[in-house]
T-cell receptor, first 114, second 115 residues
Framework: AQSVSQHNHHVILSEAASLELGCNYS??????LFWYVQYPGQHLQLLLK??????LVKGIKGFEAEFIKSKFSFNLRKPSVQWSDTAEYFC????????????FGTGTRLLVSP | DTEVTQTPKHLVMGMTNKKSLKCEQH?????MYWYKQKAKKPPELMFV???????INESVPSRFSPECPNSSLLNLHLHALQPEDSALYLC??????????????FGSGTQLSVL
């Protein structure tokens, strides 16, 4: 069975600091990888996804993530965070079985202080 | 319209009650999902509907009964729930249920409390 680990449960940063959130998954086959974000009071929305090609994926709002197959990792990065990035971030994986069965990580709560 | 709308936003029910959660989307998506999210936990998949047919049931207890009356609507009927069923119930949709790289659109959820 697939599983996803997010080791940072809470992260506090000042504005303009750089961000890296870790995500590791366990599944030996082909996977599709996602980062979803949930802003306070809002619904989950897709930040970016990887399913093939360039392992460095760029998403919305200046976020990017790098898929490193040998490390089973898909870390999320942003060079300079803003107060508006305060949210909960979920890494998710879906084995390429032809069906959407997203498995989410436990989430990382990011607080950016102005 | 890129929204998934869920009603009600909050629901309190007793263990003997029968209630229903509703989900609606008008994006022409043919796959719809129910997820359950307990406090401080990630969302967990419950059901997947593809073209109005139940495709995946993640061993969910029968006190949860999904229904997809048409391509825009998804219901979750609740009966004889337990307090441990209290959670945020999320509905999602995608254009199709596969391939597995499809983007999901989530609703804001129904916060359910079972007394």
């Amino acid at each position: 069975a697939q599983s996803v680990s997010q080791h940072n449960h809470h992260v506090i940063l000042s504005e303009a600091a750089s961000l890296e959130l870790g995500c590791n998954y366990s599944y030996g086959g082909t996977v599709n990888l996602f980062w979803y974000v949930q802003y306070p009071g809002q619904h989950l929305q897709l930040l970016l996804k990887y399913f093939s090609g360039d392992p460095l994926v760029k998403g919305i709002k200046g976020f990017e993530a790098e898929f490193i197959k040998s490390k089973f990792s898909f870390n999320l990065r942003k060079p300079s965070v803003q107060w508006s990035d305060t949210a909960e971030y979920f890494c998710a994986v879906n084995a390429d079985t032809g069906f959407q069965k997203l498995v989410f990580g436990t989430g990382t709560r990011l607080l950016v202080s102005p | 319209d890129t929204e998934v709308t869920q009603t009600p936003k909050h629901l309190v029910m007793g263990m003997t009650n029968k209630k229903s959660l509703k989900c609606e989307q008008h994006m022409g998506h043919r796959a719809m999902y129910w997820y359950k999210q307990k406090a401080k936990k990630p969302p967990e998949l419950m059901f997947v509907y593809s073209y109005e047919k139940l495709s995946i049931n993640e061993s969910v207890p029968s006190r949860f009964s999904p229904e997809c009356p048409n391509s825009s609507l998804l219901n979750l009927h609740l009966h004889a729930l337990q307090p441990e069923d209290s959670a945020l119930y999320l509905c999602a949709s995608s254009q199709v249920a596969g391939p597995a790289n499809e983007k999901l659109f989530f609703g804001s959820g129904t916060q359910l409390s079972v007394l």
